[in-house]
């Protein structure tokens, strides 16, 4: 019953460095989430996908990228890391969109200094 | 657009007291709603759910009644637990959203003996 798989659980970045943030799931879900979560200010979307081959940005992409070449993979990349992307990243995963709920990994909590 | 307004904490109860944790929404649809559970150092879990209007949502002693003439989706339990100790999060989604969750900024309860 493994779920949903964050990959680091913590990591320190230099100011412009590049890191990718792993995210795996083993329960053939179509949907798959990116969130970001700051103190006092909730989850905000970066990107989801809705099938291998397929995402689309959510409120907050700058700065990331993503891709999504199976079901079960769904890696975040950040380039030219910045301070302001210091937080806890959440990876989701759903079978159904919005109707059936989100599944979340354990996070992975960043800091770029 | 589609949005999430939560109760601030954080809130402090003793044992066994009775709990409220407000929660409205803004939607131009039928949202379905969600309160998720966050406990120290993990992902979020879901709670309980409603989809449509009238709908209770209930789970380990907590309930959630989605009222539409309110825009209400408030959270309650009658005698909380320190083991309630947590962040909890009202989010909804629908067909306006693309199927995409909207958080709430989050509530903390602590629970003291």
């Known amino acids: 019953n493994a779920g949903v798989t964050q990959t680091p659980k913590f990591r320190i970045l230099k100011i412009g460095q590049s890191m990718t943030l792993q995210c795996a799931q083993d329960?053939?879900?179509?949907?798959m989430y990116w969130y970001r979560q700051d103190p006092g200010m909730g989850l905000k979307l970066i990107y989801y996908?809705?099938?291998?081959?397929?995402?689309d940005k959510g409120e907050v992409p700058n700065g990331y990228n993503v891709s999504r070449s199976t079901t079960e993979d769904f890696p975040l990349r950040l380039e030219l890391a910045a301070p302001s992307q210091t937080s806890v990243y959440f990876c989701?995963?759903?079978?159904?969109?919005?109707?059936?709920?989100?599944?979340f990994g354990n996070g992975t909590r960043l800091t770029v200094t | 657009g589609d949005s999430v307004t939560q109760m601030e904490g954080p809130v402090t109860l003793s044992e066994e007291a009775f709990l409220t944790i407000n929660c409205t929404y803004t939607?131009?649809?039928?949202?379905?709603l969600f309160w998720y559970v966050q406990y120290p150092g993990e992902g979020l879990q879901l709670l309980l759910k409603?989809?449509?209007?009238?709908d209770k949502g209930s789970n380990k002693g907590f309930e959630a009644t989605y009222r539409k003439e309110t825009t209400s989706f408030h959270l309650e339990k009658g005698s909380v637990q320190v083991s309630d100790s947590a962040v909890y999060f009202c989010?909804?989604?629908?067909?306006?959203?693309?199927?995409?969750?909207?958080f709430g900024t989050g509530t903390s309860l602590t629970v003291i003996p």
């Open positions: 329960m053939n879900h179509n949907y």
């Open positions: 989010a909804l989604s629908s067909s306006n959203t693309g199927n995409q969750f909207y």
């Open positions: 996908s809705v099938g291998a081959g397929i995402t």
């Open positions: 989701a995963s759903s079978l159904e969109g919005g109707k059936a709920p989100l599944h």
């Open positions: 409603a989809t449509k209007a009238d």
């Open positions: 939607a131009t649809g039928y949202p379905s």
